[in-house]
């Protein structure tokens, strides 16, 4: 690999409620770069971040953020005020992705399935069924399962999410029984396809506490469905302009009603956990890529305009 960049900071932490997993994240992505040979400086980026990278003065970001304001566009913009190249997707991906309304505009408009959902206030979703149960109410612009709530088929009353904290708007989506499928790409293609296997709810901590889920790879699927896992993630990958690593997470349901697409894009994630329980390196792993191989290509293919 040609090296374009030698000091590379490593943005983690932030103020967002995926505060803790970014800091795992981005312990592991600088000791990974500082394997590769690169020179690190790591950066909690708070409300100081313009002055400490002023001050710093990287060759290249790796943005190891998550959710908001790190994962939304906000950061980017910074970075391209500032003209340092940094990884993953740039202002417009970031903040689509984010937006799971908007995200789905834009994947029905490419043609791909994705479930029924809507965006209702608080006190209208505490009040009464907005979508007959099953169903899942989540943020709209979070991350790594956070604030989701699940009602199941015959739930007598609504869930009760009108809080003081509550957000102005919630997505309420129907939910989507079945398989737990994901795909990470790569240079416009996919890494692999992983099996998510947990009991229960793959929640916050089933994805991130060890032990709390079991991941198989490649997945124990056909080959048809492993391809269209595969070409759904590439499309959806491209539909929002993403860069670098994204990761597409899926729903299958092989009992699918007649007529509803038994294979579900859920969402796409743009700058996905990079933790030692996370998918994005097992996959690469599984590719033959190490860690270090995975964060310094990654680094490499750093830019600013996007």
């Known amino acids: 690999m040609n090296r374009r960049f030698n000091h590379i900071a490593v943005l983690m932490g932030g103020p967002s409620a995926e505060r803790e997993v970014s800091l795992v994240s981005g312990r592991e992505c600088a000791a990974g770069l500082r394997d590769a040979g690169y020179t690190v400086t790591e950066i909690d980026a708070g409300d100081d ?5 002023t001050q710093t003065r990287p060759d290249a970001v790796f943005n190891a953020l998550h959710g908001r304001w790190g994962e939304d566009g906000c950061v980017q913009g910074i970075l391209e005020w500032l003209r340092i190249p940094y990884t993953h997707s740039g202002v417009l991906a970031s903040s689509l992705a984010m937006d799971k309304d908007q995200a789905k505009v834009v994947f029905r408009a490419a043609g791909l399935p994705v ?3 809507l965006l209702a206030p608080p006190a209208e979703i505490a009040r009464a069924h907005v979508m007959a149960p099953p ?3 989540k943020p709209y612009n979070e991350g790594s399962s956070v604030g989701i709530h699940l009602v199941l088929a015959g739930a007598n009353s609504p869930p009760q999410v009108d809080t003081p904290d509550a957000p102005g708007q919630l997505m309420v989506e129907r939910y989507i029984p079945g398989r737990e499928l994901t795909v990470a790409v790569r240079k416009g293609e996919p890494l692999g396809v992983t099996e998510i296997f947990v009991d229960g709810w793959y929640d916050y ?5 060890a032990g709390g889920s079991r991941h198989v790879i490649p997945a124990d699927i056909p080959a048809a469905l492993a391809d269209r896992c595969g070409d759904v993630a590439v499309r959806a990958h491209e539909a929002l302009g993403c860069k670098g690593i994204s990761r597409a997470d899926f729903r299958y349901d092989p009992d699918a009603d007649a ?6 894009l859920l969402e796409v994630n743009t700058q996905p956990g990079m933790t030692p329980t996370s998918l994005v390196p097992e996959q690469a792993a599984h590719r033959g890529i190490s ?16």
């Open 49 to 53: 971040l313009l002055d400490r990278l």
């Open 115 to 117: 479930a029924e959902s």
């Open 135 to 137: 169903y899942v109410v």
């Open 205 to 209: 901590d089933a994805k991130y506490k």
């Open 259 to 264: 007529g509803r697409d038994a294979l579900i």
């Open 291 to 306: 860690f270090a191989q995975l964060v310094a290509w990654m680094v490499e293919d750093a830019s600013c305009n996007r």
